[in-house]
């Protein structure tokens, strides 16, 4: 997916070899731990001809075979996620400097002073959008008679998530507008769905496998429902989003550590993802028809926004490279 992402945006790109070895089985890991040692003499020869003055690392396996080849030059590492999975707590150990999203970070990393306070960065083109730009571009009602909810899942989507807006859908659509981000995986089980509705509630229902635009998704809305992944860390609070979050409940407890920060803040509600088809639409109900509530928790979610992370990522590189910061 970065291959595809970096070439469109016409950035020489380079790969090599790697695979993970935590919690791969013992008959994968010889050959992963191979893959891991061509990575390391292909990362050599692309520094020996690249000659960077810094590195910049932000995570997975991918980048260990680089940051071992280029353990003298320095690096700054960003930490996405509060919790930093293995890869990056391996990463850490060549990192001169490690960036993070929230200060709860520094507890789970071994050199703690190595790390500085950023915020998560957010791609510039989030900011062009206006509410009114917004609704115009999801054709919602303009008059805002009713609330906007948001229901995402990422680019492949969240089943669960999906499956109990579908057996809630009327339900919702009576009380809310709703923009549904599904996913390619429930796409068509939820399109169906939308073909089915009664014609004045599919007017409420703005339904898509997928958004190049989700700043316009994020600025129209009222409430959004999700996953709890690193860029609820630093949109949500970039545009003042309170959310109902469902952390992913089948990977690293990441997700669950995300939400909880955010919920202790009083500016996201937690649901587990075993509680969605029970509690999901009482919860929607309760947040989008108190106001006062809503308008609490959009506030305290403003006040986690770091809108210059980026700014400061890229300073700290320049800063290691030796040039004079941004």
Request: positive net charge; aromatic residues 8%.
């Amino acid at each position: 997916m970065e291959e595809e992402l970096v070439n469109r945006a016409g950035i020489p790109y380079r790969s090599i070899p790697a695979a993970g070895v935590h919690g791969v089985g013992l008959r994968a890991l010889p050959g992963n731990t191979a893959k891991l040692a061509r990575g390391v003499m292909s990362s050599r020869r692309i520094l020996r001809e690249f000659k960077p003055d810094a590195l910049f690392f932000t995570g997975g396996f991918v980048a260990a075979p680089m940051a071992v080849a280029g353990r003298s030059i320095p690096t700054v590492l960003y930490v996405p996620d509060i919790e930093p999975g293995y890869a990056l707590k391996f990463l850490s150990y060549y990192a001169d400097r490690v960036a993070v999203t929230a200060p709860g970070s520094k507890k789970y990393l071994p050199h703690p002073e190595r790390v500085v306070l950023t915020g998560y960065p957010l791609r510039a083109d989030l900011s062009n959008w206006s509410r009114e730009k917004a609704v115009s571009h999801f054709g919602l009602d303009a008059s805002r008679s009713k609330p906007v909810l948001l229901v995402t899942g990422g680019s492949k989507g969240a089943r669960s998530i999906n499956m109990a807006v579908k057996n809630h859908l009327t339900e919702l659509l009576e009380i809310a507008q709703v923009i549904h981000i599904t996913g390619s995986l429930d796409w068509q089980v939820i399109e169906e769905a939308a073909q089915k509705l009664p014609a004045h509630l599919q007017a409420c229902y703005h339904v898509m496998p997928y958004s190049h635009e989700m700043g316009a998704a994020l600025v129209a809305a009222d409430l959004v429902v999700s996953r709890a992944g690193a860029s609820a860390l630093g949109e949500y609070p970039f545009f003042g989003l309170p959310a109902i979050l469902v952390p992913y409940p089948y990977a690293w407890r990441y997700q669950k550590v995300n939400a909880d920060f955010l919920a202790e803040r009083n500016s996201a509600i937690i649901l587990q993802d075993e509680l969605l088809e029970d509690k999901l639409l009482l919860m929607i109900k309760d947040l989008l028809l108190n106001k006062n509530k809503l308008s609490a928790m959009r506030a305290e979610m403003k006040k986690l926004s770091h809108p210059n992370a980026a700014d400061m990522i890229a300073n700290q590189l320049i800063e290691l490279a030796g040039e004079k910061p941004l």
